[in-house]
């Protein structure tokens, strides 16, 4: 006996039969109960409420509808009618965007992790960077401390200056060894503080006749060092300072840094910087095209220097023999019998006999007037030089050294002016020996009265230097650049200032950029 099972279908479907006995009313729609045979029995009457597109679809259906009973029939058609293919495309969508999602999670992890890694490379070079400019000033120290001559500076030429490697690192010394006047290539090497203008003793005249100053902050860079409140024609006292935002007073002291100028009255970038706005005494590109770019500039091919590369706080010479015993002060009152017995020991009785009566009675205003009318040689004045003086105290302050020292900063010393500082460093150039002897500025000026005037703000010593370090460490990043002022008048060099010039941008030219950039490539 077959077995019978029932399924609801819609009123009205074709071939659908219905059996006395057996129509049930279903609550969720006009459905009829009908029974059928199972797969022992014949089923072929009951067909279902869609057309069949094909045989095999026809085929599929009743393999199907065994298996779907006793679900109501609207289940049966619902699960019949779902697309396999449909199936299998919905799971393949929703496997390409999970595939795209934990593509997109790895590729925000691997930026991550290539930001992390570019971020602690960057960090590596500048501290590779950091530490070769801590060499570098380690260095200097050494350099000055071994020169052969006290109060000078290392030869240019016998030390490295110019893109030293330092392990993966790179440094450069910034500056013009000799004082020349700024040009369009970089110099480097170590510079002399004493050749420039010291801001807390040179005389109003000497500040006026630096390129680019003005009257009135000439003026105001007195009444900011001096001790008192009145105020100089021109110049600023604290009543202007009151009316800044925020207010301050005029210090009333000595400048402790050139960057001190800053706060000044009348005090402008243009003004203390010039065309040079990163401080590396080379014309970059930027500093050569007009106003296209800052900062703004003339475009004639050559940098004009601000005020800073100029002045110097920093200069002064020990009043000390280099055996650090005191010198002879040449105006001292009564018989000089120190300088007798001086001269005597060098030349002899009787040459210091004459030297003694070519002197003739003082006072010096300098050891340079001693030496015109000493009536002696370059070369035995050289001998006496650092055995002389006309100051007391431990130091001289401000003195200017002319071995070194630029034709725009000679030029604002009293009796010099612009065409004799030319022709001082003409001459300087064509000397041979580098010492500290001073006495060929006599011919080279040619004027008794002009040495006269210049010879107290003369020296031919360098006592304190600048060393201006830029650095970078492996393939060319961590850009750093720090400025040190060392001094080295008390036998061991030592660093007494530094300054954080990396903000000034970068100072190393486009050449020095493209060659590292090169240099990375083939590593």
Same mark, same amino acid.
């Given at each position: ?51 069949? &597109? ?20 609207? &289940? ?397 460490? &492996?393939?060319? &990043? ?46």
């Amino acid at each position: 006996m077959n077995a019978h099972r029932s399924s609801v279908i819609p009123s009205g479907v074709p071939g659908g039969r219905r059996r006395a006995g057996t129509q049930s009313k279903n609550p969720g729609g006009s459905f009829q109960r009908c029974t059928f045979s199972d797969r022992r029995g014949p089923s072929t009457a009951l067909r279902p409420p869609f057309r069949l &597109r094909s045989a095999q679809d026809d085929t599929r259906w009743k393999r199907f509808l065994p298996s779907c009973s006793p679900r109501p029939l609207r &289940r049966c058609v619902s699960a019949f009618q779902e697309n396999p293919r449909a199936n299998r495309a919905s799971v393949l969508i929703v496997v390409l965007w999970a595939c795209v999602g934990l593509v997109s999670i790895a590729l925000l992890f691997g930026h991550s992790m290539l930001m992390s890694y570019r971020g602690a490379d960057n960090d590596l070079a500048g501290r590779q960077a950091e530490q070769a400019i801590e060499g570098a000033a380690r260095y200097a120290e050494m350099l000055l401390t071994n020169v052969t001559m006290p109060g000078t500076l290392p030869e240019p030429g016998t030390y490295p200056g110019e893109a030293v490697e330092v392990g993966e690192a790179t440094f450069w010394l910034f500056g013009k060894p000799e004082g020349q006047a700024s040009g369009t290539a970089g110099e480097f090497g170590l510079v002399d503080e004493a050749g420039k203008i010291n801001l807390n003793t040179a005389t109003p005249a000497m500040l006026r006749a630096l390129p680019g100053m003005t009257e009135e902050f000439a003026a105001a860079i007195i009444d900011w060092r001096d001790a008192d409140d009145e105020v100089t024609t021109g110049g600023a006292e604290s009543q202007v300072y009151a009316q800044k935002t925020p207010a301050y007073k005029a210090k009333n002291g000595p400048f402790e840094s050139i960057e001190e100028l800053a706060l000044v009255s009348g005090a402008t970038r243009e003004l203390l910087y010039g065309e040079d706005a990163n401080l590396n005494g080379a014309l970059d590109a930027t500093e050569d095209d007009g106003a296209t770019n800052a900062p703004d500039d003339n475009g004639d091919g050559k940098l004009d220097a601000g005020l800073l590369a100029y002045v110097t706080v920093f200069s002064r010479e020990p009043n000390k023999q280099a055996d650090d015993t005191d010198r002879i002060n040449i105006n001292r009152p009564g018989p000089n019998e120190p300088l007798n017995t001086l001269l005597t020991t060098k030349f002899g009785e009787s040459r210091a006999g004459e030297i003694r009566a070519s002197l003739g009675p003082g006072p010096f205003p300098s050891t340079l007037v001693f030496f015109v009318r000493s009536a002696m040689k370059e070369d035995e004045f050289a001998q006496i030089l650092d055995a002389l003086t006309t100051a007391t105290g431990d130091y001289r302050t401000g003195l200017i050294n002319v071995n070194t020292a630029s034709a725009a900063v000679l030029a604002g010393v009293p009796g010099i002016g612009a065409e004799k500082a030319a022709k001082l460093v003409t001459a300087r150039l064509s000397r041979t020996v580098r010492d500290t002897n001073i006495a060929w500025v006599v011919a080279a000026l040619g004027d008794p009265a002009a040495v006269a005037q210049a010879g107290p703000f003369l020296t031919g010593q360098s006592w304190q230097v600048m060393a201006d370090v830029a650095a970078v460490g &492996r393939h060319g &990043r961590g850009y750093r650049r720090t400025k040190f002022v060392i001094d080295h008048s008390t036998g061991t060099a030592r660093i007494i200032y530094r300054r954080n010039l990396a903000p000034l941008g970068w100072a190393l030219g486009s050449e020095v950029r493209q060659t590292l950039a090169e240099r990375k490539d083939t590593r």
